[in-house]
């Protein structure tokens, strides 16, 4: 009897450790289910945020992220066609340089002040590392051509035609990403490409002040543009993936670089005779163009925060027509009709490749 009473009681206490082991394993499907729940909810919450976001920017921001991206970028390059053709500092090595120095100064305040001020909360701490920027070289290299070739196609082309003279960068990035990430392009953008490149010809014949030097300059700009938005997602890893610290590294590094080709170039050796060193408003223009240099990074960023990257796209696009007429109006740029044409076919050209690409993106 002893021992059946001894049996019962080992099946009791081992129903009963099954029951809380069930009962364990119960709340702990009950807990990973809630916080799965808690998660799907923080998601919720914050596509809502981003959504509410979106829409008070519609109604409140909208207007005045697009109109400082219009500002930034269009006085950028009205600023720099002053200081090189009104004022005909011909250094424009020089005015790279001192540019790079001055975007440099704004990001390393900006990134400072990122922990103090909410709205700059994007920016990631400062920091230069030698291992990093040695592998950031190369891109930055490229980065480097781009800007000095980009000043020097404005020294020799009129604002009017500056659009025309860089617009084959598409047709660059659909060379080299054939060539490089042996990525073919849809029919419909290769189609865009050509309407561009039309209209780089038609411009090009038709532009009043033209310039060899000016359409080479505008050629190898929209080389290094292509091949640098190629080139930066290789080197994106060694910078965490991070945009804004990737600027860093290029500013710091492309002022080391710049800084030779302005000896051999051999502006500095005339540069100390220019009586314009000694001018207030010549440094303030400078300065100013120097600081838009990193605005426009700036304004683009929240531009797609508050609305999209099709806006981004489009506002773009409206910003080339707005800059081509305000240079016609200011500078009295003279149009020919073929010139106009073409300036049309680029632009057109440009939107509908640029809206060809994000939807095939989207999908």
Aim: glycine residues 6%; proline residues 3%.
């Amino acid at each position: 009897m002893n021992i059946q009473q001894n049996d019962k009681e080992r099946l009791l206490n081992s129903s009963d450790d099954i029951e809380i082991t069930i009962d364990n394993n119960e709340s702990e499907i009950v807990k990973n289910n809630n916080s799965q729940l808690r998660e799907q909810q923080q998601k919720q919450q914050i596509q809502q945020q981003i959504q509410q976001q979106k829409k008070e920017s519609n109604l409140g921001t909208i207007a005045s992220v697009i109109g400082f991206y219009f500002l930034i970028s269009i006085s950028l390059v009205f600023l720099n066609k002053i200081l090189l053709s009104d004022y005909k500092f011909e250094y424009p090595l020089f005015i790279t340089w001192y540019q790079q120095i001055i975007s440099f100064i704004a990001i390393y305040l900006m990134t400072s002040m990122s922990k103090k001020i909410p709205s700059l909360s994007f920016l990631p701490e400062f920091e230069f590392k030698t291992q990093t920027a040695l592998k950031v070289l190369p891109v930055t290299a490229v980065l480097t051509g781009m800007v000095i070739f980009n000043n020097l196609c404005l020294e020799y082309v009129e604002v009017s035609f500056y659009q025309v003279a860089r617009s084959l960068t598409i047709c660059f990035s659909l060379i080299l990403t054939y060539i490089i990430l042996k990525s073919k392009t849809s029919l419909r953008a290769t189609m865009a490409c050509l309407v561009v490149f039309l209209g780089f010809v038609l411009g090009s014949a038709g532009e009043v002040n033209f310039s060899w030097l000016g359409i080479v300059f505008g050629l190898l700009s929209s080389f290094f543009v292509a091949l640098y938005s190629i080139a930066v997602k290789r080197v994106l890893p060694a910078v965490d993936g991070n945009e804004w610290r990737l600027s860093i590294y290029n500013t710091a590094i492309s002022i080391g670089l710049i800084f030779p080709l302005i000896l051999v170039s051999g502006e500095a050796s005339t540069i100390f005779n220019e009586p314009l060193l000694y001018s207030g408003p010549f440094w303030f223009y400078m300065t100013v163009a120097g600081i838009m240099g990193y605005l426009i990074s700036i304004s683009v960023f929240m531009q797609i925060k508050h609305t999209s990257p099709l806006t981004n796209t489009i506002s773009g696009t409206v910003k080339a027509c707005v800059q081509t007429i305000l240079a016609v109006i200011f500078w009295g740029n003279p149009i020919s009709t073929q010139n106009a044409l073409g300036i049309l076919l680029v632009i057109g050209g440009s939107f509908w490749y640029s809206m060809q690409r994000f939807f095939e993106m989207k999908k």
